[in-house]
């Protein structure tokens, strides 16, 4: 019985021997087969190239046979010859079926496309007149620096009259001396209770300083035309106080006083008691005559 060593330089040799007889066929293979075959004209037409058969393996020794003779079993197929190359199939091509109809070409538009003039015109349009105009025209004057009538002096507006200047006027004038102002706080008691700030704008009560004299007189300006009866009765009823006080002491004096002047000019009331009393009214009217 072969031991296993025997056994294992057995398996050596036998490999050994495939390898050689593997690599002699190899080297005498036909050089064509390696090379590529040509492709026809039809891709999926392609020649396979042929498989080469594998080799046998050598038998291993069964353990029954004799140890002394190792005889190596060659292999029972020696390689196939080398593929030869295959003819290339020649592809005939084959006409594409022909569409059954034309494609409708696209329609071009009808309208054809504007005309440029053939000719040019006649007159060409910067043609200047022939004729220039016979009349140049004026240009319009213009107007004066300064206009040639200047306008008229607008009228001075009239002097603002007031009680005051009335009163100084008529006292100066007429030399009306011995008169004396009543005070604000006296007025309502000599002139029937009126009051002077809701009636007037301005008022100056003059009154004679000697009781033998009955000559007096009053300018005021009213707030309102319509305050003229309550100032009438006011300047009333002092006439009838003087006229009360003379009646029996002064005869003169007494008649003096049924002459006494209310008048009016606007908002401006005069009261008068004199024997002056044309001159005190033309100086009175002489202040809204202007």
Known sequence: MPNNKERFNLSVLALALSLALSACGSGNSNPDSHTQPNVSGDPAETAAPSQTPALDATTTPHPGENDSSANVEQPSQAPS??????????????????????????????????????????????QKPSAKPSATPTPTPKPTSQPSQQPTEKPSPAPTVTVQNIVDKITADLEFVGQVTVEEAMVPDFYNDIDPNSLLEEGVFQQASFMISASEFSVVKLKSPDHYNTIKEAFEFRAAAVQKTFEE??????????????????????????????????????????
């Open 249 to 290: 002491y002064l005869p003169d004096q007494y008649e003096l006083a049924k002459d006494y002047k209310i008048v009016q000019n606007g908002h401006y009331v005069l009261f008068c008691i004199s024997s002056k009393q044309d001159e005190v009214l033309d100086i009175f009217n002489s202040f809204f005559n202007k």
């Open 81 to 126: 010859e080398s593929p030869t190359s295959s003819p290339k199939p020649v592809v005939t091509p084959v006409a594409t079926a022909k569409p059954s109809a034309k494609p409708t070409p696209t329609v071009k538009p009808t309208q054809p496309p504007l005309v440029k003039p053939t000719g040019k015109p006649t007159q060409p349009p910067s």
